[in-house]
């Protein structure tokens, strides 16, 4: 039974010994993509597509007044900080948001974040987003003659399974205004989202 151990473990240690050999190369040089890759800069990478260049209006530091429709027909308000930043080694830009609860806005806050690149098959701007309430989209966009209209689907913040269009529009280097539509029928008619908002660069 020694023998067998021994020779047991003989093989067991080899395995190890060969495996480990390429192991070591492949994390090498995988530690130094991914320092690249995760390293956001301050600049959008030359090799990223230019569609990317357009959505640099978001950089920056952003000061949001949001208005939300209530059922009953009145409003509530809502404020917001934004950050906007390249990230995934400039081929990206991530925005996070941290915003007053619309329950309770004096007490709560919830944070968003999204990050826009340019979809390497469609050519289109494509972003993820998800908050801490729970909500998780899929977004694809577009610029057309000056504004950019991104139509997302996944969770919602009521929890339908509609998709929803948000408008970015009278886009300036301190200003610029968001309003969002939706859809139950994918996207054959629309109607008012219930939200806008008004993005003022924070000095």
Same mark, same amino acid.
């Given at each position: ?54 959505? /640099? =209006?978001?950089? #920056? !530091?952003?000061?949001?007044?949001? $208005?939300?429709?209530?059922?009953? &027909? +009145? ?66 966009? /577009? =610029?057309?003659? #000056? !504004?950019?209209?991104?139509?997302? $689907?996944?969770?919602?913040?009521? &929890? +339908? ?43």
């Amino acid at each position: 039974m020694k023998l067998k151990r021994r020779a047991f473990g003989k093989r067991i240690a080899v395995s190890i010994f060969l495996i480990a050999l390429p192991a070591t190369a492949f994390a090498s040089e995988a530690g130094k993509s991914l320092k690249v890759a995760t390293d956001s800069g301050d600049m959008r990478d030359p090799r990223a597509a230019a569609a990317l260049e357009k959505l /640099e =209006f978001l950089l #920056g !530091d952003w000061d949001i007044a949001s $208005s939300y429709a209530l059922a009953d &027909g +009145s409003s509530v308000q809502s404020q917001a900080r934004m950050n906007g930043h390249f990230t995934m080694g400039g081929f990206a830009i991530e925005t996070q948001s941290v915003h007053s609860s619309l329950s309770n806005p004096n007490n709560d806050i919830f944070v968003s974040a999204h990050i826009y690149m340019v979809h390497p098959k469609t050519g289109k701007i494509a972003a993820v987003a998800i908050n801490t309430l729970g909500n998780r989209k899929f977004n694809d966009g /577009e =610029f057309t003659q #000056g !504004d950019f209209t991104v139509i997302a $689907s996944g969770e919602m913040f009521n &929890g +339908s399974d509609h998709i929803e269009r948000t408008r970015y529009f009278n886009i300036a280097e301190d200003r610029f205004e968001t309003a969002s539509e939706v859809s139950e029928d994918g996207g054959k008619t629309w109607r008012d989202g219930g939200y806008s908002s008004v993005f003022t660069r924070a000095k």
